[in-house]
């Protein structure tokens, strides 16, 4: 602010990240599209959350303070599926943890309102997104009240920001009406009791329903997912109470030219200087990618990229991307790897629906599932032109797909997935089959595992014609809502005819507002209202995720247990079929027999499960 020559900032923007000025990160990216709209933008990064003084720091802003929890939610941030506390933050330097709170955008907006009382406080980002009505919390078990009544922010800016940062931080500096202020898109806020409802309106199961109702919360899932397209939305409204919530129909995506403009901002790609050779392990991540588009039309009923970043695939032009390439050849930190050149996913750049008028009253959930659109655009030669300009930048050695590939769309072009596997392959590539029963992937809005075959095939064939010794990493869930112990042995069986022994796996967290989400909590699928199995039990979840590790000595006796209770002792012997051997390895007996002894360097039980904060357990309380 002295070397500016500020004695006021207009907005300062409060995020549970570390500064980076890089566009993977929002407080960068919408940091940088404030200030080139003339706003002065001040980054509050990690502030200490236990005293007021820290939102202080910069004074009273002059238009509003900008709250996010960071580029994750920080119950998934803070906690394993197991609800055990992580001991690193990838968005921290150096993975520290404890330098942001549990539900950080809730203290967050508490200390902003108490540091300067009367200014507006506006809470985003995908922590705030998914929590802007009624949700089940997995962390409390509960079903918790909108954010927008729990962080009492004026105002909840859901999806991707940038259209309703900007409207909202101009109407404010022009002391807008409260009217106008409240028919902004992608904005939810809230009434009080005695304020008039509007009649526009859908009108969800209320609050007190939803939380001892499992009919009720399906319906508000159900009826929340088809009004989630820009350009038919309805707006929604849910009781609580005395007061209510409304949410407006999401913001109108981002047209190409305003995705280069937005991309093109003068980031420095670089964390801040204060954090010196302290490294943020996020930033080593994604430092010498580039982000070609965003959205998703995939619609997984476990996944939040759908419900945040919207279904319409919005793509920057080759101009734009080869120039943000071209800049990356000037760091001199870049040695001529492009690390990733995709997005949410590798395989969607340009793809939209062929038929506008139809896209814009279309209420489908997912463009693939349970069959690819007819109307869906699925045409990879924009994809193959740039990967193939990028390629040939001058000062890039090789460019990388690091995103996961969309398999039932890869299919649909050999070309691509040749030139993928010549080019662009750094020795393994990530695909998500997820699983293989098929009740369960029609439960996740997944393809068949047969498309994973069907790829595998290719890309090992298209490996062999180009001379190179590359694999798949393939991505499995444990414990998705329908994934019984059985389904999980048959996904077992199915890794180790083909070979496979994934080393990462993972286990299904119910986030805020997904459809999966929904299932976990009622046990019915809210579409159909059909029961889904669920498993719950710590014993359950260790079972499934150690059948998809089924050849790691740590698991050898959970999973003969769970082939026994399960019938089939078949799977347990010498044969090629099985998947593993009657007699326990050593490594399994000794690894048994350590467990079961004290460590003589284990803290005691108080001071392991201290939690985020001061006399909190590990397990979250509501």
């Known amino acids: 602010m002295r070397t500016r020559g500020w004695n006021e900032v207009d907005v300062v923007f409060i995020t549970g990240d570390a500064y980076i000025d890089h566009p993977s990160f929002a407080m960068a990216l919408l940091g940088r599209l404030l200030e080139s709209a003339g706003f002065r933008v001040a980054i509050l990064s990690q502030p200490d959350w236990k005293n007021v003084e820290p939102f202080r720091e910069f004074g009273r802003p002059r238009v509003m303070f900008a709250v996010s929890a960071g580029n994750m939610d920080s119950m998934i941030n803070h906690y394993t599926a197991n609800r055990k506390k992580r001991n690193a933050d990838a968005y921290t330097p150096g993975g520290q943890i404890n330098l942001r709170p549990d539900r950080a955008t809730l203290a967050y907006c508490q200390r902003a309102r108490e540091a300067f009382k009367g200014v507006p406080v506006v809470a985003g980002g995908v922590e705030a997104s998914l929590r802007r009505l009624a949700h089940y919390d997995y962390w409390s078990d509960t079903v918790r009240r909108s954010i927008v009544l729990d962080s009492k922010a004026d105002f909840v800016a859901f999806g991707m920001g940038e259209r309703t940062i900007l409207t909202i931080a101009d109407a404010l500096s022009k002391h807008a009406s409260q009217a106008e202020l409240r028919s902004i898109p992608g904005v939810a806020y809230r009434l009080g009791e005695k304020e008039a409802r509007p009649t526009d309106v859908i009108t969800l199961p209320n609050y007190d329903s939803v939380r001892t109702d499992a009919l009720a919360f399906c319906e508000l899932t159900r009826v929340t997912h088809r009004e989630t397209n820009p350009h038919n939305a309805r707006r929604l409204l849910q009781e609580h109470g005395t007061e209510a919530v409304v949410v407006n129909p999401p913001a109108l995506p981002l047209g190409e030219a305003e995705m280069d403009f937005v991309y093109g901002l003068p980031f420095t790609r670089k964390q801040h200087p204060s954090y010196g050779e302290n490294k943020i ?108 300009k990028a390629r040939q930048e001058p000062g890039v050695k090789k460019v990388l797909v690091a995103s996961g590939v969309r398999m039932d769309l890869a299919k649909l072009d050999p070309e691509y997935v040749d030139e993928l596997v010549k080019h662009h392959v750094g020795g393994h590539l990530k695909v998500a089959p997820e699983h293989a029963d098929p009740e369960v992937l029609t439960l996740m809005k997944k393809p068949t595992i047969s498309d994973f075959d069907e790829f595998s095939q290719r890309f090992q064939a298209a490996s062999e014609k180009a001379n190179k010794d590359q694999y798949l990493v393939p991505y499995f869930i444990a414990s998705h809502p329908g994934s019984t112990a059985r389904s999980m042995i048959d996904v077992a069986v199915f890794l180790k005819q083909r070979g496979y022994r994934p080393d990462q796996v993972q286990d299904f967290i119910p986030s805020p507002f997904d459809i999966a989400a929904c299932m976990y909590h009622t046990g ?60 326990p390895p050593p490594e399994a007996r000794a690894l048994k027999k350590a467990a079961g002894k004290p460590s003589a360097n284990r803290a005691p039980l108080a001071a392991s499960s201290v939690g985020y904060r001061p006399h909190r357990g590990t397990r979250p309380k509501n």
């Open 281 to 388: 392990p996020a930033f080593d991540v994604i430092r010498h990618s580039v982000q070609i588009m965003r959205g998703c039309f995939g619609g997984c009923s476990f996944c939040s990229i759908t419900a945040h970043e919207g279904r319409i695939i919005q793509s920057r032009s080759e101009a734009s991307i080869l120039g943000e390439i071209r800049e990356l050849v000037k760091d001199p930190s870049f040695r001529g790897t492009v690390s990733d050149i995709g997005g949410p996913t590798a395989n969607m750049y340009r793809m939209r629906c062929t038929r506008p008028e139809v896209e814009a009253k279309c209420r489908r959930l997912s463009c693939v599932h349970p069959t690819v659109c007819k109307l869906l655009g699925t045409d990879h030669k924009p994809l193959l032109r740039l990967m193939r």
């Open 524 to 583: 019915l699928d809210p579409m159909t209202l059909q029961p889904v199995y669920v498993a719950k039990s710590l014993r359950d979840r260790k079972a499934q995720r150690a059948l998809l590790q089924f050849f790691k000595p740590e698991n050898y006796f959970e999973v003969k247990q769970a082939l026994l209770e399960a019938g089939r002792a078949d799977l347990i012997g010498r044969g090629a079929r099985c998947l593993i051997p009657e007699v």
